[in-house]
């Protein structure tokens, strides 16, 4: 176990309440911006989202990037590498992080563990400073350009670019 993932371990044992993730209920989005579309299209949508491969988190990490810079500028004690902001790192979710997606209450959420991220790209900042930034961040987040990706799969799902994948997966069903 990597002294970041230690760091994670001892926190969460140490605090119930604490929320690292930064959560959208896309079903709520739907209903509220595209009210003609019924629970079983809303559920599509959300799966279409959650299962899309090239869903771009970039947005997403780039506000988080932003918080951590305007943290450190306001704060003398965090030091930030040069390499600290990897983009190679960041492309996308983990195997861990989709798993954690499994133990959600509802399908219809997108999650992104932001202390994990911040722990895999910020090493210098410790724990009451991750607390404080995850706390920035879920504040100051602007869900804009994740509502941009939602609203793109939905004008493609009403347009039918999703039915022969749709049809493909519900024909993937064993025969023998």
């Known amino acids: 176990m990597g002294a970041a993932s230690e760091r994670r371990a001892l926190l969460l044992e140490a605090d119930d309440s604490y929320d690292p993730f930064l959560t959208i209920d896309i079903n709520e989005y739907l209903?509220?911006?595209f009210?003609?579309?019924t629970a079983k299209h809303r559920q599509s949508v959300w799966s279409l989202c959650q299962n899309d491969e090239d869903f771009d988190y970039d947005s997403i990490h780039d506000q988080i990037d932003?918080?951590?810079y305007q943290f450190a500028e306001e704060n003398p004690d965090v030091i930030l590498?040069?390499?600290d902001d990897?983009?190679?790192s960041s492309d996308d979710m983990s195997e861990e992080d989709e798993d954690d997606d499994d133990d959600d209450e509802s399908d219809s959420y997108l999650s992104m563990d932001l202390e994990s991220y911040l722990e895999d790209n910020y090493d210098e900042i410790?724990?009451?400073e991750m607390s404080y930034m995850v706390e920035l961040i879920n504040w100051k987040f602007?869900?804009?350009q994740v509502y941009?990706?939602?609203d793109e799969i939905i004008t493609k799902y009403n347009n039918g670019d999703y039915d022969a994948e749709l049809d493909d997966d519900s024909e993937e069903t064993p025969t023998e």
């Open 86 to 88: 990897d983009d190679s």
């Open 142 to 144: 602007d869900s804009t």
């Open 148 to 150: 941009k990706q939602i």
């Open 66 to 68: 932003e918080w951590v």
């Open 126 to 128: 410790d724990q009451d």
């Open 31 to 33: 209903i509220e911006h």
């Open 81 to 83: 590498d040069d390499d």
């Open 35 to 37: 009210s003609t579309l």
